[in-house]
């Protein structure tokens, strides 16, 4: 993969670059909506060619599609998953507690 974009997100495969990073990946449109739901913040989306998006995204997003033969590189699964959103990651520590 010579594309910097894509670089990254095999990257963010790995504990250390994705706290490095403070980005997130999620696979699948299920997941991605549920982490929407929960208010993580949605950087990009990455959809298989030719796929619309399954889900309501913000107009902040970037929405890219891309060949199954990246998404399948890109993919922690068997097959080649339909999105992967890359996110914020949240900050979480004893400071949110006080917010429950």
């Given at each position: ?5 894509l ?12 706290e ?8 699948t ?25 399954p ?15 990246v998404?399948d ?11 992967i959103g ?15």
């Amino acid at each position: 993969m010579q594309n910097p974009k894509l670089k990254l997100l095999k990257k963010l495969q790995q504990r250390k670059a994705r706290e490095q990073s403070g980005l997130l990946l999620i696979e699948t449109p299920h997941p991605v909506e549920e982490a929407l739901k929960a208010g993580f913040i949605l950087k990009e989306l990455y959809l298989l060619d030719h796929q619309a998006t399954p889900f309501q995204t913000p107009a902040s997003t970037e929405i890219y599609w891309v060949p199954e033969s990246v998404m399948d590189k890109l993919g922690s699964t068997d097959s080649a998953p339909v999105c992967i959103g890359v996110f914020v990651r949240p900050h979480t520590g004893l400071s949110n507690l006080s917010n429950l």
